[in-house]
């Protein structure tokens, strides 16, 4: 039984950073590919960053471009999203996400994840 379980989330201010983790359970983390996804409240939900298996590789969305960074510890079984610079509009849920099927890769598509975390909350104030 896969589990993933988010953490880090809360409340800072605009200009603020946080750290979310996701820790992994119930296979072997390494294989998997990895990703970040968020969902405001009435909107769809979007695609934040992935990376993949060895974490050699990682993609971002254009509205967190260097502003957050993913990162993977594989001994921790732990992704982690580090995020600068925060603004009112990265106000979401935010979850973690494993990829079992290409482990290269760092898709952007929601459907080719099959395990998800519960979600953090993630608040930004202006």
């Known amino acids: 039984q896969v589990q993933l379980v988010e953490s880090g989330g809360g409340l800072v201010q605009a200009g603020g950073s946080l750290r979310l983790s996701c820790v992994a359970s119930g296979r072997t983390f390494s294989s998997d590919a990895m990703g970040w996804f968020r969902q405001a409240p009435g909107k769809e939900r979007e695609f934040v960053s992935a990376?993949?298996?060895?974490?050699?590789?990682?993609n971002y969305a254009d509205s967190v471009k260097g502003r957050f960074t993913i990162s993977r510890d594989n001994a921790k079984n732990t992704v982690y999203l580090q995020m600068n610079s925060l603004k009112p509009e990265d106000t979401a849920i935010y979850y973690c996400?494993?990829?079992?099927?290409?482990?290269?890769?760092?898709?952007?598509?929601?459907?080719?994840?099959?395990?998800w975390g519960q979600g953090t909350q993630v608040t930004v104030s202006s």
């Open positions: 990376i993949n298996w060895s974490g050699s590789s990682t």
């Open positions: 996400a494993e990829d079992l099927s290409i482990k290269a890769r760092t898709s952007m598509n929601p459907i080719e994840y099959e395990y």
